[in-house]
Structures are given as C-alpha cells and as structure tokens.
C-alpha cells in the first residue's frame, strides 16, 4: 500500500477511536468506553517513554559501533557462540517486545544475520531479567525455570529457521 | 526514524486498548479458570492476541493456577501473551515486512504450544 493512503487509514481509525471514546465516557458514561479510554492513556504513556529512548540507544549503537565488529561477532560468518551474544544483550534490557523491533532492524542493518535477528526478538521476549524476577515471585522459581529451560530451545530453533528463509531482513 | 512508525503506533495503540478492555483480568479468570481442551484453546488464543503487561499478566497467572487451572493452560498462555503479538503486527511488519512478522508469530504460537505440552507433562 502507498504511504500516503496508509497514513490516512491510519489517521482515520485513530479519530474514529478517539470520537468513540469521547462520546462513550462522556455522554453516555459507558463501562466499556472508559475502560478502553484508561488503557489507550496507559500505553500512549508506556509508548511515548520507551519508544524515544529505544531510538536514542539505535541512534548512538548507529554512529559508535563500527560495522566490521557486529560483522564478525554476530554476521552471517559468526558461530553459534552469537547467540550466546544475542541473549546476553536481549536479558539486560527490558520493555515491551514491540520496543526491540527498532533495535533488531538496527542490528541487522548493522550486519547482524538475520537467524541472530529473530534470536534476539525471541530472547527479549521471554528472557529480559526484569520480567523473570515478576515471574519468579507469582509463579515460582520451578515453574519459571522450567518454562525458561523449553522456550530457549525454542527460540534458538525459529531463529534458525527464519534465517533460512531471510538473509537481510531491514530494507 | 521515529516519526516513521508513528502511523502503524497509533493503530496499535487503538488495538491494543480495545483488547485490554475485552481480557480484563476478572473476565481472564472466568474463561480460564477450569481444566478442557477448550480453555487451553482459549487461553492460546487470547494469549496471543493481547498485549498484557507484565505486572497484570502474572499475578493472573499466579491466581489461575490456584484457582485450579492446569500448567499447561497458564504456560501456554504466558509463553503465547510474550512471544506472539497479534495487535502489534503493523508495527513488526513496518520493519521486517508482513511475511517475516507472520512467519515469526506463527512458529512462536507453535513453538508455544509445545512448550505449554512439555511444562504439563514436566510439572
């Protein structure tokens, strides 16, 4: 679809959305509209405080890491040892997974292979370490641990199948 | 960069509203609070359509359990709430281009259906 018209699109359900919201809280004070309008405030919030911190950190890894070191650490040449890489970088940072979408196109037009790409993703969302310590404390340490030790089989594997199918994932 | 993604966030923004205000967690509970292929059903579905945040997802999870609902339900839909993102498609697809964000939220509700299985059989 052409930018211009998606923009629009865009546009028009958000307005639509809004109104809804407008005329579901305040005239006639409906249970649904406001539970919808209280979440819509929450993660404007939530996105408009990770989002530009998430560009900050892409626009600094843009201009101070030398695209030969990403290469060979986690290129299409780099070992299996890049994954170890991959999920030592996803486990300390935290947010929501649509946050590290920017990132992941940022690595890979850094040289990243795109199977270390979909690592990454996979990692960030199951693996940050602020999120484990939630886990940990509502559902148990075996329980998190267990699940833990599956996912990460897992994730290696969609990432390895996903880099079968792209090479170059960011345009 | 940023002003790039602005179209596709604020569709998301509207998606995932409107998903939060259907699961809320009292509604959570009553769908999945009991043990039949049809709520692990649900609980895969729902898991991978919204986006719940982690401080409300959890402590869910943690009452559903004790409510008496089987590990693999509350696996599967922890596993599937953080790995597949229905809602926050447009966003992926802005990136990775439509193909490669499907492809990767269909392995990963696969993969958690397999782990969901394994963590039953485990716990």
């Keep these: 679809m052409k930018t211009g018209s998606k923009n629009l699109i865009s546009l028009g359900v958000t307005i639509f959305f809004l109104l809804f919201c407008v005329y579901g809280v305040w005239s006639v004070h409906n249970d649904f509209a406001k539970r919808v309008a209280v979440s819509y405030l929450g993660f404007l919030k939530e996105m408009l405080s990770v989002l530009p911190m998430m560009f900050l950190l892409i626009g600094i890894f843009d201009v101070w890491v030398p695209r030969d070191i990403v290469e060979r650490h986690v290129g299409k040449d780099a070992g299996p040892i890049a994954v170890l890489w991959m999920i030592l970088l996803s486990m300390l940072q935290a947010g929501p997974l649509y946050g590290a979408f920017p990132v992941a196109a940022a690595l890979s037009k850094k040289g990243c292979a795109a199977r270390y790409v979909f690592v990454y993703l996979g990692a960030f969302s199951v693996m940050k370490l602020p999120m484990l310590g939630f886990e940990i404390t509502f559902l148990g340490l075996r329980f998190s641990m267990v699940r833990l030790l599956l996912t990460l089989p897992v994730f290696i594997v969609i990432g390895y199948v996903m880099g079968r199918s792209y090479t170059c994932i960011a345009e | ?123």
């Design chain 2, 1 to 123: 960069m940023f002003w790039n993604i602005v179209p596709e966030m604020s569709v998301v923004l509207v998606l995932i509203s409107i998903s939060l205000a259907i699961f809320t967690p009292e509604q959570l509970k009553q769908w999945l609070s009991a043990d039949t292929y049809l709520h692990f059903a649900v609980a895969l579905v729902v898991g991978s359509i919204a986006l719940i945040p982690g401080f409300i997802a959890f402590p869910l999870a943690g009452v559903l359990l004790k409510n008496g609902a089987s590990v693999s339900l509350v696996s599967g839909f922890i596993t599937t709430l953080l790995m597949v993102g229905i809602v926050t498609l447009p966003m992926e697809a802005r990136y990775f281009g439509w193909r490669a964000a499907v492809m990767r939220n269909a392995l990963s509700f696969l993969g958690a259906v397999i782990i969901a299985l394994a963590m039953g059989r485990l716990l």
